[in-house]
């Protein structure tokens, strides 16, 4: 292995920029929808950069990007990448950074005609983010076989838009079956999303265990009346309960404490007019916890609030799953891989959980897989003002660098 090869940070740097431009928001951020216009445009650009480096680029039929660099021999590859789908409102590094940095091991190794043992796959997954389509992470659940893609094409969008329809229509659905290349090991660098990397002041970590996520849409269903008529203790408010549910939701994150968390991120009232009670509520829930069996308690005492708004407030409230992903703990020889590298690079190999969901944590049923974290400027993510510095992004790319060759050198 030549530990003198680095990657380069300006180059690095300037396809960050070059695809945040794409589905450039006025007054900063970005939003690149699973296959809205801007996901095509920065598909294509990203495709471009995959030919332009002279990899074989395969689509498969739920719209995942992969493109392989060969290896000396026909063995199974090296994976690395992550998503180029955002949020409705994103910054410019939740998983672009993962797939360019992935480009740019490639592109150093090129440049320096490093042959490898093994090939390297660059990845870009479908809708990892899951705010057009749910379940987030669909790309990488159906490369590992728990989304059929004629599930994944059914997909309801909450636009109202088809998940099949849209693929087609920007024209990004392929022929390869997900799944049919079976990487020897999967390696997604990612920033952290969270402050612990930005408290502990360290520009890098190594991720050794995800968050299981528990998806669910509530829909409360009252009576529509006056509001200025109906006497307090004749309404059957779905707005009221609504409101009483989202509190809870911060009850259940206190009161199970640890890793777990409880958001409403959306809701909707019907029929949402000043002067009239809501006859509907339809909100969704967001539950994470990197211990599994304390998720199942958190939705089960969501559940239980529900049963008893039912009874006192005179609504009721059907709960709909969008997604159930398990915590993973990634594989121990991956993740010492990467701390090594870490290790060879002089910068200190923090082990840490990921309160983020990611592709990785699919990949993790198919091959042993594991993450590298890159320091958030003050935690910050979902959100325009993400920030990592160009200090930083350049020293985990390195990691990345250094740990996909030490594996795809691996018998
Ligand atoms: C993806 O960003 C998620 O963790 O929801
Ligand atoms: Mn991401
Ligand atoms: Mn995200």
Redesign the pocket.
């Known amino acids: 292995m030549d530990k003198k090869v680095q990657i380069n940070r300006k180059r690095l740097i300037q396809r960050l920029d070059e695809l945040a431009q794409i589905g450039a928001l006025d007054g900063g951020g970005v939003s690149r929808l699973t296959f809205s216009d801007a996901d095509k445009a920065g598909r294509d650009l990203t495709v471009s950069w995959m030919k332009a480096l002279e990899l074989t680029v395969h689509i498969d039929q739920v719209g995942n990007l992969i493109a392989v660099r060969p290896g000396e021999e026909d063995l199974p590859p090296v994976m690395l990448g992550s998503h180029v789908d955002t949020?409705t409102v994103a910054g410019r590094f939740?998983g672009s950074y993962g797939v360019l940095c992935a480009l740019e091991v490639v592109q150093v190794l090129n440049e320096n005609n490093i042959a490898t043992r093994r090939p390297i796959a660059v990845v870009a997954f479908t809708n990892?983010?899951?705010v057009r389509y749910t379940p987030?992470?669909l790309g990488s659940m159906a490369y590992v076989g728990e989304l059929s893609v004629s599930d994944a094409r059914a997909i309801q969008g909450f636009d109202g838009s088809n998940f099949g329809e849209e693929m087609d229509r920007i024209g990004y659905a392929g022929s390869m079956e997900p799944g049919a290349i079976k990487p020897h090991a999967f390696v997604e660098i990612h920033i952290e999303?969270g402050p612990v990397l930005d408290q502990a002041d360290l520009p890098v970590g190594v991720v050794h265990t995800i968050t299981g996520?528990t998806w669910l849409e509530v829909t409360i269903t009252g009576t529509a009346n006056h509001a200025g008529t109906t006497p307090i203790n004749l309404r059957k408010d779905a707005g009221l309960a609504a409101a009483k549910l989202i509190e809870f939701l911060r009850d259940i994150a206190t009161s199970i404490g640890g890793q777990q968390r409880a958001t409403c991120g959306m809701i909707a009232f019907e029929p949402n007019a000043i002067n009239v009670i809501p006859s509907k509520a339809v909100l969704t829930v967001?539950l994470r916890n990197s211990d599994g069996q304390a998720l199942i308690a958190a939705e089960q005492r969501l559940q239980a609030r529900a049963k008893e708004l039912e009874t006192s407030d005179g609504v009721t409230i059907t709960i709909r799953d969008l997604e159930h992903v398990l915590p993973m703990k990634f594989d121990p020889l991956i993740v010492d891989a990467i701390g090594q590298s870490t290790k060879e690079l002089n910068l200190p190999a923090h082990r840490m959980v990921s309160?983020?969901?990611?592709d990785a944590q699919l990949l993790a049923k198919m091959c042993p897989t594991a993450m590298i974290f890159v320091r958030s400027r003050d935690g910050i993510?979902?959100n325009p003002a993400e920030l990592s510095s160009p200090e930083d992004l350049e020293k985990g790319a390195n990691v990345l660098l250094q740990t996909a060759l030490n594996l795809a050198n691996q018998d």
Request: charged fraction near 25%.
């Open positions: 949020v939740d990892e983010e899951g987030g992470m999303q996520i967001d309160g983020a969901g990611h993510s979902h």
